[in-house]
């Protein structure tokens, strides 16, 4: 049985300003069922290397080590014929619902480019047609859309337009690189719940990219916490969100503000969390939340954590549970 | 108890290529003394022009076509009341840092590259208050310290700090002069989940123990309910709703608030399905006529299309402008 | 609809572009009216240096030439070398700047290494020195002469642009959407830089114009024709400057100071119109 998706100690690194070498990813690897349609929340913050994840995976850009494979076939060594499929059948959705709009052309185009391209319609009719039913499975009325400059949209109809755009191709996973954190908190809750009518209507799944662990809860199933271009904690959402291993995990829940007047949490924890901020410098041969950690031992400066299966689904990248291997 | 700031019918249009644009339309609000008045909505409701207004920092095309904003000012023991909008412009500078200071949406990309952090405080502290520059040196350290900041960080240049850090000394330069009243717009927008939780609550520490009040702007419902006691939600140019947090969160009456608050994903109680809003947000260009929300709202009736709706105070403290609850 | 504010600066040029582009094409038609059906440059059909009367606006020369007449037909030829050149520099900089800023790695490399050996060699004297050589000089081989050392400027900040587009969002799309690197080039980022390539143009013609300039005022223009260069060559020759005789060496230099003020303002009034960062 091979996976959708896996990555095998995917790794990127990056040449910067002086010769300084920088691991945006780092011997990232997980997978995603071929049979089930599944939704995975990549958690993390500015620098995790969410991004950098997200367009190896959509052949934007090339890992400099590990390997991508699409039902057990590597990525890098596809022929034509493939390549077009694989475009196909992973499509994806950014977070700036603005540059992703090519400001000389009107708002049609990025759907019909792709019905064009991937030839899903017979005649121009039939082009038409699809067109008006994708933007109406996203809630768009395409009068209100249809022969406009993107200029003319705001930014939560753009993203919608790049919704029904995935609605049109149908593809076998998207991946979702913080689509939400550029619109509006009432379209959020739309945008969420399309993603999951995809999934259990159409069997699209999905790697959601984003920083804000609640809506990676309101999508549910697979969980997986990035640091500094690690995994440090991969599990099922509700049980990481319940019991949480990674010291970072622990931070990130406790730093969710909960929308609820009767339960404030700024003046218990500020003294706490006030000096976890990320001041920390990037020494690889150690734990890279190490500056960070309130539980942190001599042996987390010197080593690279090892990954700890808790359970069959749980794994945490930590000495704190060494003795749980 | 006296409000400190009372903005009346305050109105800020602007021209573009599809009309007049009514981007604050009719906003009465006011400010009290020691508290924290949350200013809630989305992108396009007004919500950051009406806080310019506040301090006159209208950016052209713009321009406040109506409206007053009373400041209600103790200066050396005599009550003054003046009208900010009537004030020329140099006085008015005055006002702003010294009585009203002001933290734009990413100010803290606004620091000077080439200067210290020390030198930067000092401008602002010599530009707007009698003080020397010895006598702003000397507040310094007291100042950072006040914003859970380092006193070496005077030494510092703004490349060297984190984005965390650079808005903690936007804010202790937003309290260098003890104002009555701090407005920050989206204060921690741009920065990740520990750092803001932080410096947000080192916003609203230092704003209690210097006594001023706090208007904060955010989009952020989760914000509002940590951390104001007032909130008052924006949608189309107006004022919808407001009233104590608790009172808006636990009873929204407003069919939109009801909305926002349904929409927030939280990790809190057991999932449920978010709503979401239907339809599209409006143009300022053309905001529909009669009760603006009309066309996105689940209970709307006839009226509702007719008229715009009087703000009514629905028990005491909360205000909602809302057929459903009278006010026709 | 684009919501475009035109920039008055733009307004200005365009006019003063529109009136240059005008005198150029309707010059046979005015030469006619000023001076009859004959060749400006012909000797002897006026009498010598006459004052500017309405007969002559601006007078005549040594040769008894109609000095307005002369001033439009220069105009004409300096704008089409001008135009030769800045047309071949920018074709050439539109497929070394894209090759370059598109694919990157070796090619740039190579390509910039080019393009930046070029720049730093000094062009007047290697102008000077193949003009003098070029045996029929004429309006062609004058423009390719000047192209060779102008072709780079345009290739650079072509390439830059070309650089900072392809990092857009909608190219990414665009790769997502299975396009080819012709059609990314050719559909999402060439309609994109159509207005800078405008600019980029018109710099390469006023350019090669000031080059052109540069020689001809020393003597090395074409021959069997006029330009605005050679005419303040030929006034210098005269001793127009030491007899005073300001309608000869003037009209030619108010010509160049009218295109170049043209073009500027309207490369001013573009970047305001187009550049979001400099737009208010």
Known sequence: ?325 | MEEILKIEKLKIYYKNISGLAKAVDGVSLNIYPNEILGIAGESGSGKTTMVNGLVRLVKPPAYIADGNIILNYNKNGNLLKIDLLKVPEDEMRNFRWSVISYIPQGSMNSLNPVLKIRDQIIDVVVEHSGKSREEAESIIPSLLRSVNLEPSVADMYPHELSGGMKQRVIIAMALALDPKVVIADEPTTALDVVSQLSVLSTLYQVCRRVNASLVLVTHDMAVHAQLTDRVAIMYAGKVVEVGKTNEVFKKPLHPYTKALLLSIPTIEGKRRRLEGISGLAPSPTNWPKGCRFNPRCPYSKDICTEREPEEIEYEPGHYVSCFLYGGE | MRQTQFDPKLIIGGIIISLLIFLVLFQPLLNRAIIGDVNPLTVGIFPIYELPSLRHPLGTDRFGRDVLAVTLLSLRYSLIVGAIAGAISTIIGIIVGFSAGYKGGLIDTLLRGLTDTILVIPSLPILMILSAYVKALNIITMAFILTIFSWPFSARVIRSQVMSIKNASYIDLAKLNYMSDFEIISLEILPNLLPFLGVSFAGSVVGAMLAATGLEVLGLGPSGITTLGMMINFAIGQGALSMGKWNLIFPPIFMLILVFLGVQLVNMGLESTYNPRLRR
């Open chain 1, 1 to 325: 049985m091979s996976a959708l998706l896996e990555l095998n100690n995917v790794t990127k690194v990056f040449s910067g300003a002086r010769g300084r070498r920088i691991r945006a990813v780092d011997k990232v690897s997980f997978s995603m069922s071929e049979e089930k349609p599944q939704i995975i929340s990549l958690v993390g913050e500015s620098g995790s290397g969410k991004t950098t994840i997200a367009r190896m995976i959509l052949g934007l850009i090339s890992p400099s080590e590990g390997d991508i494979y699409f039902s057990g076939k590597s990525i890098y060594s596809m022929d034509k014929g493939e390549l077009k499929k694989y475009r196909k059948d992973v499509q994806a959705v950014f977070q700036d619902p603005y540059g992703i709009y090519n400001p000389f052309y009107r708002v049609d185009r990025v759907l019909e480019i792709p019905i064009r391209k991937f030839n899903l319609a017979k005649s121009k009719d039939d082009a038409q047609k699809l067109i008006h039913e994708a933007l109406e499975a996203v809630g768009l009325r395409p009068k209100d859309v249809m022969g406009k400059y993107p200029h003319q949209l705001s930014g939560g109809e753009r993203q919608r337009v790049m919704l029904s755009r995935l609605y049109l191709l149908k593809p076998k996973l998207i991946i979702a690189d913080e689509p939400i954190s550029m619109i509006d908190v009432a379209l959020r809750a739309l945008f969420l719940n399309i993603l999951l009518d995809f999934k259990d209507k159409y069997g699209i799944s999905c790697i959601f990219i984003t920083h804000d662990l609640s809506s990676a809860y309101y999508l549910g199933e697979d969980l997986i916490i990035l640091y500094k271009g690690r995994i440090v904690e991969k599990g099922k959402t509700n049980e990481i969100l319940e019991n949480p291993y990674h010291p970072y995990t622990k931070l990130l829940i406790k730093a969710l503000l909960p929308p609820d007047p009767d339960k404030k949490i700024l003046s218990s924890i500020e003294s706490d969390i006030r000096l976890r901020e990320d001041v920390s410098t990037y020494k690889e041969d150690s734990c890279l939340f190490v500056d960070r950690c309130p539980s942190s031992m001599s042996i987390c400066r010197e080593e690279i954590p090892p990954v700890i299966k808790i359970n069959e689904n749980h794994e945490v990248r930590c000495f704190l549970y060494y003795d749980k291997r």
